[in-house]
């Protein structure tokens, strides 16, 4: 699925002073492609993806996804939007802490009204392809960092969302890790997802297939990197 | 169906949310538990007093009207009632012959005398002088021995029938039918015991159980017939109503008494019913009262729940913020929290319900039969959870209308 934000501004008022986080931004993102964003910390990476993710709404400008017009969309046409089209994977990961891993994972299906049944069969294949079968009915706090984000992810997938956004996935795990995340993205992105991640990290940034830097609230550069073009050669 | 799973969902959301966080979900209760058991107490006390009352005034029967000077029950000018004539004994023989189709006409009278048998003595007794028709127009029957016939009541015999407290308090160990015991200064020998009949003295109705029998005739020789103030039951023929008989009796009083048909009634007439009304009055006001304390707890308690869900909303924001980020609507998050308050208020509604059994128990024990009935339990439920639902409504509104990004920055 294609989204596409156009001349998008968010401004914050922060007292009598304003913060404009997004200035003008426009992207198009068309569907499984792999993009990383990049830029110093406060140019509105974030400000970005929750803008994408439908958790935030801009202060101007449109969104379309998928053909559809976000800008009009209601509380609760957005939360369907967030349930069905976007997996959403957090540097804090964002696990319900008293829910074990299944629970967590079988939420948003919870909330898409799939039959008990059926739920259970998705979240477990779920859980199956980060890898933590085992460790199905553990809590968070049970968890190493690796495997909570894990855990993320698999709740992110579990409703075969077409777009998964990932704000700093690796930001606060150590470089295996990391790339063992990233790996997950990776496979994600081969079976069809649109992948649209944040980093700081240019190791990780290269996963991508297109960088967009930030700075200030604008859109410092968009480029299409050489691996993309080997990715659509099918070599990876 | 998808409804149902939601409910189910919400349901075990919260559950595991007040399971996190029992022994506060348990003190805020509190309010709800005392609400509950008051509102249960009183409709179950409400209940065992009605039966108690009913069981105690079956005694009167409710077809028979009863003939006398004053209201049993007398609401307004009390001196109204004070120069009226008494009902003598002869306008009962008036009624028992013009009213043919009566099926029993018994004339009453009584006095308080102490009563004594052997060393021991009762005081203030009701004495009742009657007749043997006495058997016609009440419910109530001798437990042992006979009771009065109407050659005891023709020969002015002294003997007398006692109710089962008479026996109990002066009698103790010892049979009384055929002993010998004073009433005033007159012997008197007991011939039967009255069946015990339960007592509506607490409402400062007659105690049926504290009575004593005589022959009417007997009566009047050993306390004195003179200016003697009757009452004549009068007992309805099955195929007639009350009030059409009531009319009926009303006439021959004012025919007996030739009244003109501009003067009022110069006597009353009783019934059962009035009896009931006046005590359906004192329970209603006994019940309100109730209800009121219910009310002020279930408030009170409500409160608590209210506050005790701001906070726990509070304290969940950033959960509130993950479950509407990956696509909760507001309605599953309302019905998450109003889920959350009401079984916290059913749980302390059914520790409520618990506590009221056993005062239950014990006003069985030491007052009445009193049982808490099944419809009594489901309003108990339906309160309980109507109370959650009004108390969680707002803070649950809150956490459905939180911004996704605001609750998951949250800190
Ligand atoms: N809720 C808010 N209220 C006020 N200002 C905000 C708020 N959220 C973000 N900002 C401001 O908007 C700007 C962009 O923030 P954003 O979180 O998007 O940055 P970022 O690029 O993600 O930074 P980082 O790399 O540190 O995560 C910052 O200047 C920040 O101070
Ligand atoms: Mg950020």
Sequence with gaps: MALEIRNVNKTYMMGTEEVRALQDVSVSIKENEYVAIMGPSGSGKSTMMNVLGCLDTPTSGEYHLGGQDVSQMNDDQLADVRNQQIGFVFQTFNLIPRANVFHNVELPLVYGGVRPSEREKMAESAIEKVGLTDRKSHKPTELSGGQRQRVAIARALVNKPSIILADEPTGNLDSTTGEEIMAILDDLHKVGNTIILVTHEKSIAEHAHRIIRLKDGRVESDITTARANGAANGVN | MKALYDTAESLKIALAAIKANKSRGVLTTLGIVIGIMAVVTTMTAANGLGNTFRESISALGSDVLYVSRRPWVISGNFFEFRNRKNVELKEAEKLDRYLANAVAINPTTNTNKNVKYRSSTLEAI?????????????????????????????FKRPVCVIGSEIKERLFEHVDPVNKRMKIGRTSYRVIGVMEKQGSAGFFGGPNFDRQIFVPITAFMKSFGGHNRDFSIAVKAPPNIALADFEYEVTGEMRKIRKLRPTEGDDFSINQMNQLVGAYNKVMGVIVIIGLVITGISLFVGGIGVMNIMFVSVTERTREIGIRKAIGA??????????????????????????????????ISKFLMPASVSLPIVVVAMCVSVLTGVLSGFIPALKASKLNPIDALRYE
């Design chain 2, 329 to 362: 609507r507001k309605r599953a998050i309302l019905s998450q929290f109003l889920f959350e308050s009401s079984a916290i208020c059913l749980i302390g509604g059914g520790l409520g319900l618990l506590l009221a059994f056993g005062v239950a128990a014990l």
């Design chain 2, 126 to 154: 009701t004495i009742i002088g009657t007749t043997d028709k006495h058997m016609m127009v009440s419910a109530s029957v001798p437990e042992s021995g006979r009771f009065l016939t109407a050659f005891d009541v023709q």
